[in-house]
């Protein structure tokens, strides 16, 4: 779990980051990023739901 918190920082860092640089949320790779940090929060949230559901 903890590599996939690592992802899920690196990428909110690396979404700050891009936006600043382009000025726009409407461009391409900051979509690109987005979506994968989306993924990344995704797969962290089921895995905490089946963690819970087990205890």
Known sequence: ???LEEKINEFRKKLKEIVQIKGS???EEVIRISQQLDTYIV???SRQKKESAIQ
């Open 43 to 45: 797969e962290m949230q």
């Open 1 to 3: 779990m903890d590599s």
């Open 25 to 27: 949320f409407a461009d």
